[in-house]
């Protein structure tokens, strides 16, 4: 049976763009969601239906890879690059769940500050892959990933004093438990944020 490949010009990166922008929407709807209060279920289908959209463009960009000879860039960057973006998305869904599941009130300045990082991060995320293919662009793209960087520190920053206060000054173990685990995975999410800026600046260095 003939293998029906995709031409050589299929725009890899359309869809790590339309990618994304999608993690951009999940991340503004997951910072409404915790400035509104606890999370019902209108919020928690709202960003389930981004990680969706997300896998749905995950696989499709993996299918792609498996039918086309040619890609832009290196196979192994295109494809470690769409899972990791992915896995923004099930961070941040993974959080709405359990701020959910948990009937946290996540309206505190530790988690909003928490949201509105993740938020910013995602956006320069964004704005980095926009431009990647572009080599004229590249120092935009790095300066894109340095701030990345800096938002992955404040994230480091922010859990030691959440975490920090909550230890002070929550006194029922069971709300210090679930809200340490909330905080940590919203750290987690800058962290993997940063692990795909840095997945970007080594793309450019090969392809500089």
């Not at 995975?185 to 800058?190: D, F, P, R, Y």
Request: hydrophobic share 40%.
């Amino acid at each position: 049976m003939a293998i029906n490949f995709v031409p050589k010009e299929v725009k890899f990166f359309d869809f790590l763009n339309m990618q994304a922008e999608n993690i951009v929407k999940a991340a503004d709807a997951f910072k409404a969601a915790v400035k509104k209060g606890p999370f019902g279920d209108e919020e928690i289908k709202r960003i389930k239906s981004f990680e969706h959209e997300g896998d749905t463009l995950a696989h499709e960009i993996v299918d792609m890879l498996n039918r086309t000879f040619i890609t832009p860039i290196d196979r192994e960057d295109i494809h470690a690059l769409a899972n990791i973006l992915d896995d923004i998305l099930d961070m941040i869904n993974s959080m709405s769940n359990r701020i959910h599941l948990y009937k946290l009130d996540p309206r505190n300045d530790g988690m909003i500050a928490f949201a509105d990082t993740i938020d910013q991060s995602t956006q320069a995320l964004a704005n980095a892959v926009k431009h990647m293919h572009d080599t004229k662009r590249s120092r935009r793209v790095l300066d894109y990933c340095i701030e990345v960087n800096r938002l992955e520190n404040m994230g480091d920053q922010l859990r030691d004093k959440t975490i920090s206060g909550l230890f002070e000054n929550e006194k029922d173990p069971i709300q210090v438990i679930k809200w340490k685990e909330i905080y940590e995975g919203a750290e987690a999410t800058l962290d993997t944020c940063e692990h795909v800026a840095k997945v970007i600046e080594a793309i450019l260095v090969k392809h500089g």
